[in-house]
């Protein structure tokens, strides 16, 4: 009986459905091997020799395996049909050979289906191959390359840019884009231009609206109406003339469908019609293919089975008619740059089925099927049939032309069903339906209005538009395109606001470094290039260890040059390279470097111990102005900067804002007081309590906040109880002689850090003390769902509500629910994937595994 490997579980079960007790189908939950994160996982000096490690979670995925190829003699491994894929293929089987569970006589096959219906699958299992050597050395040049970016590159961002947390050899280029692209809008300088639009009114009564585009018998173009006074002109031009219609014409129009899904189109789409990130569209679509209802979804092809092609076109013609079927099939060839090996269009296993008939009961993927399933329809649909009409509206003596356009859709066709979504949309006049008009008719005026525009800055990019952009520069592939946009956002790189990415100031400075000392490396043909000499690789037309020699001989050179490099050198260099952004012009034209505090020193780009970067002044310690990076980050309070609120003593107490927000300060530095008592002001959720702003705070408040932490009064077993703010929220804190650690215990209130009493503290304190698990006074949690004890390693997994959504809690593991799923669908299979998932990612040691007791 084979043992047949799958990647998930979920799509082992459905697979065992179709195959039958004949088959033992077992998942490997992704892959089993990857190489340690340490020195010498990749040996250059060694061809390029890769030490592999069997992840910890793994180990008992690759044992179950092994086990059951003891009792049956034959393995078949039908993991993804991708690169990826290929490469869990290939480690597994090295990984059992290893092992010595595959035998001398154990046949061993790799077979791959593009759906996971009964008849791909039953299909494939009867053309077995081999594993695909040109693609598993595509993966390692892959694996290599991003190791050695990333595992020599990342030391050298941590020495030279404190703060910076790593660099990958796709994701840096990635956030180039984002950050080039906003310094594009802060360099740009919008210009002001007019247009002038008149209400025209039918002999019959029917008004429509005309654009001048003839002034003085010249023709305008976008610019040339440049100011309200040459705008005014122009309309007293049309108003003193009487005008006729000089021209009618029609012209036959046609649109035709956007082919059918890849990847790269599926996020793109996904984000402009539902704004869905890339990961949320990857993790949707995982789910529908292992459903068994849409084709594989990684894939840069957009080619269709000639038999899907078929079933498209008679649902077509069954559900809306054979006018909607074309003559013949349409053809679609694929425009990307180093498209991969050739893979179907994401697509419906069965056209027949609509949205509203499947039994899904995750809203999120219903969309997602539903405009797959749309996409895939209208693609084969006839195309849409329209007329646009133009009419030249004129006066006599030629000097003055005004436009009018307008279209009528004839016939429907694909957009009957579907039609594709558009970035950044700008509102077009063209698809306006014009009233009943003839040639030679007058053209009375109802208004002529006049309107000022300003050239806009290119958009920000969403993640459909970046994801586009990468694309169309050959830079990444369809399965790392969701990673990608993912991780620069993990790191904090980049910000996504409103469904745009906006570069973090920590963004712009790993962005400024490795464009001016690894320029070549986040160049975009440089890494277009690359990525075509891995597809040569994989189409055996390129040795992977000759791309990886010459890769390494020029970057490992890069990396020597930086050894010398001082930190100083670099914060001057990015000084420059980020002066537009971080010294932007004062509205006085005054230096915008020069210390507004001490007058006559200079600002300079700063880093702190702790990590991070700030805008500090030069003559520190004398004098100790700093600020955030961005003078928009601090702009709301500038002006409160020094600001005295009174005085204690013969010490101002001052409001001052510094990098990390504003605070208050008693005095001044002295040689005998360096530091002079500082205190923050309460942020978020506890400044709401309060009710404290920088524009409204009160001597009497600096006070309160300056004589923090605040004693309550002695404990009755001893020591003092305080109150103050922290990471957390407001607390009180006390510490027994026989207790190792302090006790904290949050406050439901910000101002009972100001008023608490001594019953109510202790108390508190009381009960923190007997659950000390639990942060502050809430009762404990109740799972939203209990699924039992762990099937291998025992322990209760439970469902639980968090402060971020829904989680699955396994002793320290707690796994984070995907979006689509709801605690109520949660199974322990699933449970026990996002717990692996979990501690995979986190690097949890899992506790060896309990023998159950009999």
């Known amino acids: 009986m084979p043992v047949v490997v799958v990647e998930s579980p979920a799509k082992a079960k459905t697979i065992n459905k179709y195959l039958g007790k004949d088959y033992t189908v077992l998942a490997s939950y992704g892959h089993v091997r990857d190489l340690p994160p340490k020195d010498g996982s990749v040996d250059t000096d060694n061809n390029f020799e890769m030490l592999w490690e069997i992840a910890t979670d793994s180990r008992k995925h690759v044992k179950a395996i092994a086990d059951a190829l003891k009792d049956d003699n034959e393995l078949i491994l039908a993991t993804d049909p991708d690169r990826e894929g290929e490469a869990i293929s290939w480690h597994l089987e090295e990984a059992l050979r290893k092992r010595r569970a595959i035998k001398k006589d154990t046949p061993v096959s790799r077979v791959v289906f593009n759906a996971i219906t009964k008849s791909a699958v039953t299909e494939a299992m009867k053309a077995p191959r081999q594993v695909d050597e040109d693609l598993v050395h595509a993966y390692l040049a892959r694996r290599a390359l991003d190791y050695l970016v990333g595992f020599n590159l990342s030391p050298v961002l941590w020495r030279k840019l404190p703060g910076a947390k790593s660099a990958g050899r796709v994701q840096s280029v990635c956030l180039r884009l984002i950050v080039e692209r906003e310094m ?56 003193s003339r009487d005008l006729t ?23 793109q789409e996904a984000s402009r019609k539902f704004g869905f990130g890339a990961r949320h569209t990857m993790s949707c679509a995982q789910r529908l293919y292992e459903a068994g209802l849409i084709t594989y979804m990684r894939t840069d092809g957009i080619d269709m089975a000639p038999e899907a092609v078929t079933m498209a076109r008679e649902e077509i013609g069954s559900r809306y008619g054979a006018e909607y079927v074309p003559d013949k099939p349409r053809i679609y060839k694929n425009k990307a740059k180093n498209a991969q090996e050739a893979h179907e269009c994401i697509r419906p296993t069965d056209m027949s089925r609509d949205a509203a008939s499947l039994k899904v009961s995750e809203p999120d993927q219903r969309k997602l099927y539903d405009l797959i399933w749309k996409r895939t329809l209208a693609s084969q649909m006839a195309g849409a049939k329209m007329e646009r009409t133009t009419v030249d509206i004129g006066s006599d003596d030629a000097q003055i032309v005004l436009r009018a356009t307008g279209q009528v859709v004839l016939f429907d066709g694909f957009m009957k ?103 070549k490396y986040v160049g975009y043909e440089f890494t277009a290039n690359l990525e075509g000499e891995l597809d040569d690789v994989s189409a055996g037309e390129a040795e992977y260890i000759d791309v990886l020699a010459k890769f390494w001989k020029d970057f490992s050179a890069a990396i020597a040059e930086t050894a010398d490099l001082r930190i100083s050198e670099v914060l001057e260099k990015i000084n420059d390279v980020l002066a537009p952004h971080l010294f932007p012009p004062t509205e006085d034209g005054s230096n915008p470097r020069i210390c507004p505090k001490c007058g006559n020193g200079q600002l300079n780009l700063k880093t702190a111990r702790s990590g991070g970067a700030f805008i500090g002044c030069n003559n520190y310690p004398e004098c100790r102005y700093t600020r955030a990076l961005s003078v928009s980050a601090d702009s709301a309070n500038a002006e409160l900067d020094g600001k ?21 300060q ?138 971020y959504g829904p989680y699955v809690k396994w002793e320290k593991v707690n796994a984070t629910l995907p979006k689509d799923v709801e605690p109520a669908d949660v199974t322990m299979e699933m449970a026990v994937q996002l717990i692996a998932e979990k501690a995979a990612k986190k690097g949890t040691k899992r506790k060896t595994t309990r023998k159950k007791s009999s």
């Open 245 to 267: 219609v000089k021209s009618v014409e029609a012209k036959p129009a046609s649109r035709n469908p956007s082919a059918p899904f890849m990847t790269s189109t599926l996020q």
């Open 644 to 664: 005295v609120l009174g005085h204690d003593g013969e010490d101002e107490i001052t409001l001052r804002v510094g990098r990390f927000g504003p605070y208050v």
């Open 417 to 519: 069903v579907y039609e594709e979504g558009r970035d950044d949309v700008v509102v077009d006049d063209d698809d306006k339906r014009l009233p009943q008009i003839a040639q030679g008719e007058p053209a009375a005026k109802e208004s002529v209005t006049p309107e000022q525009h300003f050239t806009q800055p290119p958009p920000r990019y969403t993640e459909a538009t970046l994801v586009k952009r990468m694309e169309e520069l050959g830079i990444g592939r369809p399965s790392t395109y969701a990673s990608i946009v993912t991780t620069i956002q993990d790191r904090g790189y980049v910000l996504k606001d409103k469904n745009r990415l906006i570069p973090e100031d920590k963004g712009r400075l790993v962005t400024a470094f490795l464009t001016n000392y690894f320029r």
């Open 184 to 239: 594009e809008i802060e360099a740009f300088k919008p210009r002001e231009y007019w247009s002038v639009k008149a209400v025209l009114t039918t002999p019959r009564g029917q008004s429509f609206e005309a654009r001048l585009t003839v002034l003085g018998g010249e023709k305008l173009d976008k610019y040339s109406i440049e100011n309200a006074a040459a705008a005014e002109l122009a309309v007293q031009a049309i108003n």
């Open 666 to 803: 008693k005095g001044e530095p002295t040689e005998d007081i360096p530091k002079p008592p500082r205190a923050s002001l309460p942020k978020g959720k506890t400044a709401e309590q309060l009710g404290w702003t920088p524009e409204t705070l009160t001597f009497d408040q600096a006070m309160m906040l300056l004589n923090l932490p605040r004693e309550v009064g002695d404990h009755p077993e001893g020591g003092m109880i305080t109150t103050n703010f922290g990471r957390f929220g407001p607390y009180v804190m006390h510490k027994l002689e026989s207790e190792a650690k302090p006790v904290y215990a949050n406050v439901k209130d910000a101002s009972d850090v100001f008023e608490i009493g001594m019953n109510r503290a202790v108390e508190l304190l009381a009960e923190k003390r007997a659950n000390p698990g639990r942060r502050g006074n809430s009762a404990p949690a109740k799972p939203l769902k209990e699924l039992g004890e762990h099937p291998d390693d025992g322990g209760p997994v439970n469902v639980m509500e968090g402060r």
